[in-house]
Every structure is written in C-alpha cells, then in structure tokens.
C-alpha cells in the first residue's frame, strides 16, 4: 500500500529512525543516490508563501535526479474549481510523488485517499512533519542523541509546529514540554495521540503556562512564529497573549546550559525571541534549515521504495 507523510505519527519509531539514518547516510554522500532518474517528476504545490520547503524539496529532487514541478494553487485548478482528490488522480498520471503546503489538513487526507503516489504534506494548519524530521536530525547532529532529551517549546501552542514536536518528539522518545498561554494551546486530541506514542517510547508530554517551569533544565528549547500564515489578522492580541512566552537570554538560561536553541523560520526578531538567542552560540538555525534538505531526500526515497 502506497505510504503517505501527511502527520508525524505516519511514521513510526522504527521507520523515522530509518529516514533520520538514511538522511545522514544522504548528506553525508549528497549525489549518491539517484532514484528520481529518469528523470521523474515530483509535484510540489504551495497555498501558501514559502522560501525553505521550495528551495529544498526542488534542489533535494534534482540532487535524486528527478525533475521538481513547483505548482502555485493561485495559477492552478486546485483550491476553487478542482477537488484535491481529482487532482490527484490527474498528477498521479504524470508525477512519482505529490507535495502540498495547504491549509486544512482534510484536504492532505482527501488527496491522499485518491492517490497510489505517496502525499508529503509540507505544512498545514495542523503539522508540519517535514521540518520535525529536519529538527531531530539536526538534535540528533548536536546532542548525539534523540531519546531521553527533553525538549521545550514556548510560545503559540495552537502552533503546527507544536503539534509536530507532540508527535515526532513522542516517537523519537523524547520528553516534550509545551509552555504556552491558556488561550492557545494545543489540540487535546493531539496531546493524547503524542501521550499514547510516549507510552511506548520511554518519552512524555507535559504541558505548561509557566514558561520557566517549561525551559528549566531542557536540552532543546523551540520556538516559532507567535502570527502563523493564515492568522495575519489575530496578530495584535496574540502579541499581547504571548509577550510573556518570547525566548530571551534569560528564559535560555534556564535550560541546560550546553542546550541547543531552534526555529524552523522565517523568525521575528524582538517577537518570540531574542536577537540574542536566534543569532546567539546556542542557535543551531542554519543547520536546522540546511537539514530540510537531507531530511526531506531520505523521506522521499523512503516513501518511493514503497510506492
Ligand atoms: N520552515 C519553513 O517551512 O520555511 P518556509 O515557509 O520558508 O518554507
Ligand atoms: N507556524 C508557521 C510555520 C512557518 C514555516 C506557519 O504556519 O506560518
């Protein structure tokens, strides 16, 4: 059966550590590997804006020797007069593979259940898998290991990214602690799936107001954007909401004190964090947004194999 990435938990502990072995073996030999040749084609279809998943899934499938086809939905059938099923059933003619930014991840789920190429969803309103698995590469690169670490992410709890940390943290046998306001807090159902993942694993989640409480003694400390795309207009109060959550020297140094720093990017200096701490020797930034690279070929080749 064709396998699809469309949330973190798709992948179990075993398969992720697969992916995560394959994309160093991939990075550490970058054009060994060629099973796009052909070439074939990938579809990558973006709803919404983006800078790092582009540039790494079209180089990452040029590097596999495969042809990338970067779709904007705005000059396209899809998101009005087409259905994300018929538009599958069309690219699966033609392309090896299907990637999709988008919004609601029903619609990840529809393309998928239409489809006999694997679906790679490269963000939605709920997850974001292919940058968990750039992450916990790029902790796995820094801390030498996954399982055991406790990793904090502070600041929108409703975020994506945090319910990707739930997931691929829970299945990595990490020790997930989301600091985060009332308001805007993680889906219930998520917290759960991860509690479940973390049962079987040796890893947990906790969940926190207090945003020292969350950090204290962590070796990983995460943020993301407090105004996800799609959430422009709700920008003044979730600042306020927020304000006490922001990544400074302070907060960071109530981690452990060799602990890394992450965000996926684009960042807002001044909002969620710090100057300080996103350009500071902790921050491992640019070595988090190489990985989508080496990430995202493994999980390709992984998926394709297969197919
Ligand atoms: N981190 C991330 O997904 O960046 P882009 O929005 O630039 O793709
Ligand atoms: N949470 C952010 C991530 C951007 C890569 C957003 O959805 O806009």
């Not at 969620?272 to 995202?296: F, K, M, T, Y």
């Amino acid at each position: 059966m064709t396998r699809h990435l469309l949330r973190d938990d798709d992948l179990s502990p075993a398969e992720q550590r697969e992916v995560l072995d394959l994309a160093k073996r991939m990075k550490a030999d970058r054009w060994g590997a060629q099973p796009l040749a052909g070439p074939q084609t990938v579809a990558v279809i973006f709803d919404k804006s983006s800078t790092r998943t582009r540039v790494s899934f079209a180089v990452g499938i040029a590097d596999l020797g495969g042809s990338p086809l970067i779709i904007s939905t705005a000059n396209s059938q899809l998101g009005g007069k087409e259905t994300p099923s018929d538009t599958a059933r069309v690219l699966e003619r033609m392309v090896s593979a299907i990637v999709w930014r988008t919004y609601a991840q029903a619609g990840l789920d529809e393309m998928a259940a239409g489809t006999r190429v694997p679906v790679i969803n490269a963000l939605s309103d709920d997850f974001h898998p292919c940058q968990l698995l750039a992450d916990l590469l790029t902790i796995e690169e820094h801390k030498g290991r996954l399982a055991g670490l406790t990793v904090a992410f502070v600041g929108d709890g409703a975020d994506n990214m945090v319910h990707s940390y739930l997931l691929a943290g829970a299945t990595a046998g990490m020790h997930v602690r989301i600091g985060h306001p009332e308001r805007y807090a993680p889906d219930p159902k998520i917290v759960d799936d991860a509690r479940r993942i973390a049962e079987g694993t040796g890893g947990s989640v906790t969940l926190e107001h207090d945003p020292t409480a969350a950090v204290r003694g962590a070796d990983v400390v995460v943020t993301d954007t407090w105004v996800s795309m799609g959430r422009e207009e709700e920008k003044e109060q979730r600042v306020a909401a927020l304000a006490a959550y922001k990544v400074t020297p302070a907060l960071m140094a109530e981690a452990a004190p060799d602990a890394v720093f992450l965000h996926c990017l684009p960042a807002d200096r001044g909002y969620e964090v710090e100057p300080e701490v996103i350009d500071g020797p902790q921050s491992v930034i640019w070595d988090e947004a190489e990985n989508r690279l080496h990430a995202q070929k493994a999980l390709l080749t992984w998926l394709l194999a297969r197919a």
